[in-house]
C-alpha cells in the first residue's frame, strides 16, 4: 500500500529551464512534508518541507506547492542546473502531537542537461 | 558541526552471520530513526529512539532485527541471522526534538550478505 506516489521515475530538464517534480499521497492524516534530494551512495538531504496549513513555501531555486484537497503536492525548482541531477524524493508525516516515521516515495531522478 | 555518522559504510556478510550497524546522531539531537532502501525502491521507516527508549518499531521485521540507543554510545540495528533478502542500504536519521519534522540523514550502510 503505497501511500506516497510519485509517478514519475524520471525527468530530463535543460539547464536554465524548470524543473517540476509531482508528489501524491492518499493518507488523509499526513500533515506535513517534506522533500529530500538523494545523490548516489550518499544519504538524502533535507531540501525544503510544508506544512498542511500552508499552500506554498519557497527557499531561493525552490517552492514546494500544497493541494491539500487533491492531496498533491509539488516541488518547482528555477532555474535548474546540473548540480540538480539527482533523485528527488518526497516524504510525508502523520499528524501524531509530535514529530514521528516519514513515509517516502519511491523518488523521481531528475536530469539536468546542458 | 558534524552531520550524522554511520559505519560501516560498507558490509559484507555471509548467510547466518549477524551484521551490526552503527549510527551516531547530529550534535544535540536525542532523536534517531532508521530506514531501508531496497533496490529501485523508496525509503521505508524501521524504528524510531530516543535515549534508551524504542518509541516506534512498527516497521521493524518481527524477528532477527533490534535496535538500541544506549544513554551513553551511538544507536545500534543488529540483523541476527541475515540473509540475503536483507541486502539493502540502511540509513538513519536524526532529530533534535520531538517537535521537529525535519529528519536529517546519514550517509547509509550498504549491506551485502552472500
Known amino acids: 500500500d503505497q501511500q506516497v506516489k510519485q509517478n514519475s521515475p524520471s525527468l530530463s530538464v535543460q539547464e536554465g529551464r524548470i524543473s517540476i517534480l509531482n508528489c501524491d499521497y492518499t493518507?488523509?492524516?499526513?500533515?506535513?512534508f517534506l522533500w529530500y534530494k538523494k545523490y548516489p551512495a550518499e544519504g538524502p538531504t533535507f531540501l525544503i518541507s510544508?506544512?498542511?496549513?500552508?499552500d506554498k513555501n519557497e527557499d531561493g531555486r525552490f517552492t514546494v506547492f500544497l493541494n491539500k484537497s487533491a492531496k498533491h503536492l509539488s516541488l518547482h525548482i528555477v532555474p535548474s542546473q546540473p548540480g540538480d541531477s539527482a533523485v528527488y524524493f518526497c516524504?510525508?508525516?502523520?499528524?501524531?502531537?509530535?514529530?514521528?516515521?516519514?513515509?517516502f516515495g519511491t523518488g523521481t531522478r531528475l536530469q539536468v542537461t546542458l | 558541526n558534524a552531520g550524522v555518522m554511520q559505519n560501516p559504510r560498507h558490509l559484507v556478510r555471509r548467510r547466518g552471520q549477524e551484521a551490526r550497524l552503527r549510527c551516531s546522531p547530529m550534535?544535540?539531537?536525542?532523536?534517531v530513526y532508521w530506514y531501508r532502501q531496497l533496490p529501485e525502491e523508496g525509503l521505508k521507516f524501521m524504528v524510531y529512539?530516543?535515549?534508551?527508549?524504542?518509541?516506534?518499531e512498527s516497521g521493524m521485521p518481527k524477528e532477527r532485527f533490534s535496535a538500541e540507543f544506549p544513554k551513553e554510545g551511538p544507536s545500534i540495528l543488529r540483523i541476527q541471522q541475515v540473509v540475503r533478502g536483507d541486502s539493502a542500504a540502511y540509513f538513519c536519521?536524526?532529530?533534535?526534538?520531538?517537535?521537529?519534522?525535519?529528519?536529517?540523514f546519514g550517509p547509509g550502510t550498504r549491506l551485502t550478505v552472500t
Open positions: 536519521a536524526s532529530s533534535p526534538s520531538s517537535n521537529s519534522y525535519e529528519q536529517y
Open positions: 493518507n488523509s492524516m499526513f500533515d506535513y
Open positions: 510544508i506544512s498542511s496549513i500552508k
Open positions: 516524504a510525508a508525516s502523520a499528524d501524531t502531537g509530535t514529530a514521528s516515521k516519514l513515509t
Open positions: 550534535k544535540g539531537h536525542s532523536h
Open positions: 529512539l530516543q535515549k534508551e527508549n524504542i518509541i516506534d
